[in-house]
């Protein structure tokens, strides 16, 4: 069992940068992937990135050269840089753990709200 707690969220106008963070703990796989997903209203969740232990990659087309994932190993957590943010970025981001990049354990999700 993995928990995970998100943190980061909040309201910022558009083009301004949010850094959202998700702190795993428990049974935490040699090989594992940590990443973020986001679900706005009516919408179905779609991924936003996410990243192996080894450093590899995959973020979402609607994000791509705007958001940076990394992780900090060490301590079994992952950042998502949000830069140029726009109002289509709202929604709430949900960290999550698994073994490939759909991951499968998830976090209570935190709010991003991108208005002016």
């Known amino acids: 069992q993995v928990q995970l707690v998100e943190s980061g969220g909040g309201l910022v106008r558009p083009g301004g940068s949010l850094r959202l963070s998700c702190a795993a703990s428990?049974?935490?796989?040699?090989?594992?992937?940590m990443g973020w997903y986001r679900q706005a209203p009516g919408k179905l969740r779609e991924l936003v990135a996410t990243i192996s232990n080894s450093g590899i990659t995959n973020y979402g087309n609607s994000v791509k050269g705007r958001f940076t994932i990394s992780r900090d190993n060490a301590n079994n957590t992952v950042y998502l840089q949000m830069n140029s943010l726009e109002a289509d970025d709202t929604a709430g981001y949900y960290c999550?753990?698994?073994?490939?990049?759909?991951?499968?354990?998830w976090g209570q999700g935190t709010q991003v709200t991108v208005s002016s």
């Open positions: 999550g753990y698994g073994r490939s990049i759909y991951l499968g354990s």
């Open positions: 428990g049974s935490i796989l040699s090989r594992n992937y």
